[in-house]
């Protein structure tokens, strides 16, 4: 029997996910309950539909667990304590949380696998805990109340640092001193939600157009998990 893994409270960006996540989840059932009440009668559209369905929930519950391994790192778990805990083995853990948005930025590509070493694990423990975690008194708020202000000057901003062409989250985040770094990350991914900056590679982030003209003109991989 694992004993209990004792958590702080989770970073934003790790909030703002699974908030994310079960509303979409949310929008999925929605969706698939409609389609199945007026193709009732059609078993092709009414099986896509739930295949379709099926991945992506999937999908989403694999980001879901990778951010909660993420944040019971953070919080001091160790990775044999979350395979206890699991019943899975610690390479199992170990090899997998690099995918974690949160851990994302700490992580190192070994080979074909992205792993966050007991290095980058602290350097993420330390930005974690320098972080402040309550209102700042500058007036500087969270990302999801500045992506959902219709002045919000965060995301008017990081599409004008993606003008000079891709950059990464270390770089945007250093042009952007006046946020915190969970909140320039959690507004990234939102604006990749809408289509208004695309993922380029690991950590990087362009402009739509920009991104086109590189996947036009070069055929390598281009394609990346992390914010």
């Given at each position: 029997?694992s004993r209990?893994?004792?958590?702080?409270?989770?970073?934003?960006?790790?909030?703002?996910?699974?908030?994310?996540?079960?509303?979409?989840?949310?929008?999925?059932?929605?969706?698939?309950?409609?389609?199945?009440?007026?193709?009732?009668?059609?078993?092709?559209?009414?099986?896509?539909?739930?295949?379709?369905?099926?991945?992506?929930?999937?999908?989403?519950?694999?980001?879901?667990?990778?951010?909660?391994?993420?944040?019971?790192?953070?919080?001091?778990?160790?990775?044999?304590?979350?395979?206890?805990?699991?019943?899975?083995?610690?390479?199992?853990?170990?090899?997998?949380?690099?995918?974690?948005?949160?851990?994302?930025?700490?992580?190192?590509?070994?080979?074909?696998?992205?792993?966050?070493?007991?290095?980058?694990?602290?350097?993420?423990?330390?930005?974690?805990?320098?972080?402040?975690?309550?209102?700042?008194?500058?007036?500087?708020?969270?990302?999801?109340?500045?992506?959902?202000?219709?002045?919000?000057?965060?995301?008017?901003?990081?599409?004008?640092?993606?003008?000079?062409?891709?950059?990464t989250t270390?770089?945007?985040?250093?042009?952007?001193?006046?946020?915190?770094?969970?909140?320039?990350?959690?507004?990234?991914?939102?604006?990749?939600?809408?289509?208004?900056?695309?993922?380029?590679?690991?950590?990087?982030?362009?402009?739509?157009?920009?991104?086109?003209?590189?996947?036009?003109?070069?055929?390598?991989?281009?394609?990346?998990?992390?914010?």
């Amino acid at each position: 029997m694992s004993r209990p893994i004792k958590l702080r409270h989770p970073p934003q960006f790790t909030v703002d996910i699974v908030d994310d996540a079960r509303g979409r989840i949310l929008e999925i059932l929605d969706d698939l309950g409609h389609l199945m009440k007026e193709h009732e009668g059609d078993i092709e559209v009414w099986g896509s539909a739930v295949t379709t369905a099926g991945w992506e929930i999937a999908s989403l519950g694999q980001w879901l667990g990778l951010e909660g391994e993420a944040t019971l790192l953070l919080g001091g778990a160790s990775y044999p304590e979350i395979a206890e805990h699991q019943g899975t083995s610690q390479s199992n853990v170990y090899n997998r949380v690099g995918r974690s948005l949160t851990l994302a930025p700490y992580a190192k590509a070994t080979g074909s696998v992205t792993r966050v070493s007991a290095e980058g694990l602290e350097e993420a423990r330390r930005d974690y805990a320098a972080e402040d975690t309550s209102e700042p008194e500058d007036g500087t708020r969270d990302a999801r109340a500045t992506a959902e202000d219709d002045s919000g000057s965060l995301v008017e901003r990081l599409p004008g640092i993606l003008r000079g062409g891709p950059r990464t989250t270390t770089e945007i985040v250093a042009a952007l001193p006046d946020y915190r770094r969970s909140s320039v990350l959690s507004t990234l991914s939102v604006l990749a939600r809408r289509g208004a900056v695309t993922r380029v590679g690991h950590g990087t982030y362009a402009l739509p157009a920009v991104a086109a003209d590189d996947v036009g003109g070069d055929d390598g991989d281009v394609g990346g998990t992390a914010g």
